[in-house]
């Protein structure tokens, strides 16, 4: 079996959808598949090549010429790795991977990773369409795709071949009670939310600290909300860390306050790593919280239900230890090497099915005649 997957970039910039695609091509690779990446490059380009990952460079800008570019290099790269399975994680990988499908005679199988998007119709357009979990596979079968096409691989990464062992990291120093959230700087990821949230406990309890890890294209908006609160020397902006894990080792409490989450994937770290849990019951989020068994579900885009989360946790040390240790129970199925054995499971069904690979064979014989 040769694999190649298709994703935007391959930057070590906290992007969970390049993160599992570079975590399956490195595990795929380490079982003996021939495996390539096609990206517009990144820090993992290193880690890709010393698990003998081939990388193609592919720059998929939305741009008419750029795209018009894309598509001659990406049959460049189809004809070169000659693939059995090209597995694409994004939008654009989808439509170039679909173009030279017929041509080329691979299986094409797309991931569904951001279904909120509109957009994500698209990855219907592949052989088998990998849903992260059930949620998003009955709203993409609601949106339309055929549920024959659709296969759940719950998402997770812990033992990922991209970073070391959760009790290897060094826990930063922070203020406790410490309250944490790891996520981009959107409002979707219920930011303004968490910061109401936590200036409606703040003076209940003095001692609280508020740590928001993350960036993104609204972080000036939140820290301009943050300093009008009568707690803002509380709530720090920590930006980016390429080392989440040292936040949350150190966190008593870990909030994702989300308004949509295929997943949740920063969930299931924060629960290796012992965190209390508060999060949104939307989407996907309740399936990795084992539907309310480790972790405490509030209504998304509610500021007061989060605050009086956080105050049952803040005034109750015995409920705060009973929900870390719930936290950390049940999670082996997360592994990075589960997502990897189902997902191979896949392109095997849909190699059979299609008699992908006498297709090929056939294909380069008359090529080569």
Wanted: proline share 5%; glycine share 6%; with cysteine.
């Amino acid at each position: 079996m040769r694999i190649l997957h298709i994703t935007n970039h391959v930057q070590k910039v906290g992007n969970g959808i390049v993160n599992v695609a570079v975590d399956l091509a490195c595990l795929q690779a380490n079982e003996g598949y021939q495996v390539a990446v096609a990206s517009n490059g990144g820090e993992y380009e290193e880690l890709l090549a010393d698990y003998g990952v081939q990388h193609f460079q592919l720059d998929q800008s939305r741009t008419l010429p750029n795209i018009m570019k894309a598509a001659w290099c990406y049959r460049q790269i189809v004809e070169n790795f000659q693939p059995t399975i090209v597995h694409a994680h994004m939008m654009t990988g989808i439509v170039l991977a679909r173009l030279l499908k017929y041509t080329s005679g691979y299986g094409l199988v797309s991931t569904v990773h951001n279904e909120f998007q509109r957009s994500s119709v698209l990855m219907g357009v592949a052989d088998r369409v990998i849903a992260v979990s059930k949620a998003v596979a009955e709203s993409m079968t609601r949106r339309g795709i055929p549920p024959q096409k659709l296969r759940v691989v719950p998402n997770g990464t812990l033992g990922s071949p991209r970073h070391q062992s959760i009790h290897s990291y060094e826990p930063i120093t922070l203020n406790h009670p410490a309250i944490t959230t790891v996520a981009g700087m959107y409002s979707r990821k219920g930011i303004i939310e968490l910061i109401e949230a936590f200036s409606k406990i703040a003076l209940d309890f003095p001692q609280a600290h508020l740590y928001l890890v993350g960036d993104g294209p609204e972080r000036g908006l939140f820290e301009e909300i943050a300093n009008k609160t009568p707690c803002s020397d509380r709530i720090h902006f920590e930006g980016f860390q390429p080392e989440p894990q040292r936040y949350m080792l150190e966190s008593d409490i870990f909030v994702l306050a989300s308004h949509c989450e295929s997943f949740g994937l920063v969930l299931t770290e924060a629960r290796e790593a012992g965190c209390a849990i508060i999060a949104s019951d939307v989407d996907g989020i309740p399936e990795t919280l084992d539907h309310r068994q480790a972790g405490i579900l509030v209504p998304p885009k509610n500021s007061q239900a989060l605050a009086n989360a956080l105050a049952q946790l803040l005034s109750n040390s015995q409920q705060l230890a009973y929900w870390k240790h719930r936290a950390q129970q049940n999670i082996e199925r997360f592994h990075a090497v589960r997502v990897n054995k189902e997902t191979i499971s896949v392109y095997r069904e849909l190699i059979k099915q299609y008699d992908v690979a006498p297709r090929l064979a056939m294909q380069k014989l008359l090529v080569s005649k």
